[in-house]
T-cell receptor, first 111, second 114 residues
Framework: SQELEQSPQSLIVQEGKNLTINCTSS?????LYWYKQKYGEGLIFLMM?????EEKSHEKITAKLDEKKQQSSLHITASQPSHAGIYLC???????????FGTGTQLKVEL | GAVVSQHPSWVICKSGTSVKIECRSL??????MFWYRQFPKQSLMLMAT?????????EQGVEKDKFLINHASLTLSTLTVTSAHPEDSSFYIC??????????FGEGSWLTVV
């Protein structure tokens, strides 16, 4: 079975709406990383979570890691066209900064 | 600004030739770097761990003789695709960890083998 599952695979929202992307690991996480990618380009670091129950925010994006450190959510408030892209969660399950990635969520924001 | 830089961004090579991609850490030393591959519309797959001063560690299914990794200095890792074939065409991207466990990625390199 997939070690890291991300949902939904794609998402279309209207500008101004809120949205949530989920990432679930079958293993306990040493760290959970969220990145944004435009197709064919590098990954933009968004946030890194390490502690159970941790929550971080940057501008309109909030990420949480559950107490068991196996599930994370990324929440975008009042989405804008600039939020469009592919969101990837990366899991460090071994503590060595080697990441396993989810399948990604393609986000489109419609005007 | 970028903390991990890759070069080249795009490369086209003939089938059977070798091509080298560089990954540099900017303003910090990286004893470990990672190489990933991403096929169109798919997620990133880890290929290998590049260790400064020692042999790279390859993931299962990745041919070490085909994807040569050299990490000769604390700021540079190179990936050489030897005897490239069209099926090696892909997006290759590296990562390095800054202190505090923040992992940054390079801009990626598109390889097209014709």
């Amino acid at each position: 079975s997939q070690e890291l599952e991300q949902s939904p695979q794609s998402l279309i929202v209207q500008e101004g709406k809120n949205l949530t992307i989920n990432c679930t690991s079958s293993k306990t996480l040493y760290g959970l990383y969220w990145y944004k990618q435009k197709y064919g380009e590098g990954l933009i670091f968004l946030m890194m979570l390490q502690k159970g129950g941790e929550e971080k925010s940057h501008e309109k994006i909030t990420a949480k890691l559950d107490e068991k450190k196996q599930q994370s959510s990324l929440h975008i408030t009042a989405s804008q066209p600039s939020h469009a892209g592919i969101y990837l969660c990366g899991a460090d399950t071994g503590g060595g900064n080697k990441l396993t990635f989810g399948t990604g969520t393609q986000l489109k924001v419609e005007l | 600004g970028a903390v991990v830089s890759q070069h080249p961004s795009w490369v086209i090579c003939k089938s059977g030739t070798s091509v080298k991609i560089e990954c540099r850490s900017l303003d910090f030393q990286a004893t470990t770097m990672f190489w990933y591959r991403q096929f169109p519309k798919q997620s990133l797959m880890l290929m290998a761990t590049s260790n400064e001063g020692s042999k790279a560690t390859y993931e299962q299914g990745v041919e070490k003789d085909k994807f040569l990794i050299n990490h000769a200095s604390l700021t540079l890792s190179t990936l050489t695709v030897t005897s490239a074939h069209p099926e090696d065409s892909s997006f290759y991207i590296c990562s390095a960890s800054v202190s505090g466990n923040t992992i940054y990625f390079g801009e990626g390199s598109w390889l097209t083998v014709v």
